[in-house]
Each structure stands twice: as structure tokens, then as C-alpha cells.
């Protein structure tokens, strides 16, 4: 079991910056995928970037490469999501989640891929 726990999520303007954190508070994900999805009001969640095991393979939505990085310290347990120039449709909660399968080359981008959970952390981005 691996519990999950998000930061890093405020109100910010358009053009801002802000970077995510995932760690966890049971368990360990230094040895599991982690991906970031998100879910506006009114809308169903969707992918936004993964990161496998050693951080060597990493997946973004299309929409948002060149904005988004995701990174991650396995010494310290924790993923990060760097966000750059957010607007104002970035505004959504954001869940980390974990994957079931321990493995290097595991990088899911569906959500059927995730077993393991954050509460989220919301982002508000306004114009």
C-alpha cells in the first residue's frame, strides 16, 4: 500500500509558475512509475505527464510538452511537476498516483495504469 500526498497548488496569475510535489506518506514510489493528472470542474481527469522508475522515461500530454516537466528525486521519494506559464485552463486538481508494478521501463499514461492515489492539490490560475 502506498499513500500518496500532493503540494505545492495555489492561486497564481497567468504567466506564473508553479511546481508540484508528490511524496509519500506510506510506502515507498522509488521504484514505481508515477504520473500527474488533473481534473477541472465539470470535467473528467485527465493525463497531463509520467515519469518511470529511474526518470530516464518520461510522458507528457501533447497539449501541455514544452510547459510542463516532470522530475523526480528518488532519494528523497518525491515527484515533481514543474508548470510554466500556466493559464487560465490549467486550473484544475491535481493528483500524483503511483503504480502498482514495480519496474524501470513501466510508464503508464492512462489512469487504469495507477492503483495508488493522491487526495490532490488544487491550482487556480487566474486571467
Known amino acids: 500500500q502506498v499513500l500518496l500526498g500532493e503540494s505545492g497548488g495555489g492561486l497564481v496569475q497567468t504567466g506564473d509558475s508553479l511546481r508540484l510535489s508528490c511524496a509519500p506518506s506510506?510506502?515507498?514510489?522509488?521504484?514505481?512509475?508515477v504520473g500527474w493528472f488533473r481534473q477541472a470542474a465539470g470535467k473528467e481527469r485527465e493525463f497531463v505527464a509520467a515519469i518511470s522508475w529511474w526518470g530516464t522515461i518520461t510522458k507528457y500530454a501533447d497539449s501541455l510538452k514544452g510547459r510542463f516537466t516532470i522530475s523526480r528525486d528518488n532519494a528523497k521519494n518525491s515527484v515533481f511537476l514543474q508548470m510554466n506559464s500556466l493559464k487560465p485552463e490549467d486550473t484544475a486538481v491535481y493528483y500524483c498516483a503511483a503504480s502498482p508494478i514495480i519496474g524501470p521501463a513501466v510508464v503508464p499514461a492512462t489512469e487504469e495504469g495507477y492503483d495508488f492515489w493522491g487526495q490532490g492539490t488544487q491550482v487556480t490560475v487566474s486571467s
Open positions: 506510506g510506502g515507498a514510489i522509488s521504484r514505481r512509475a
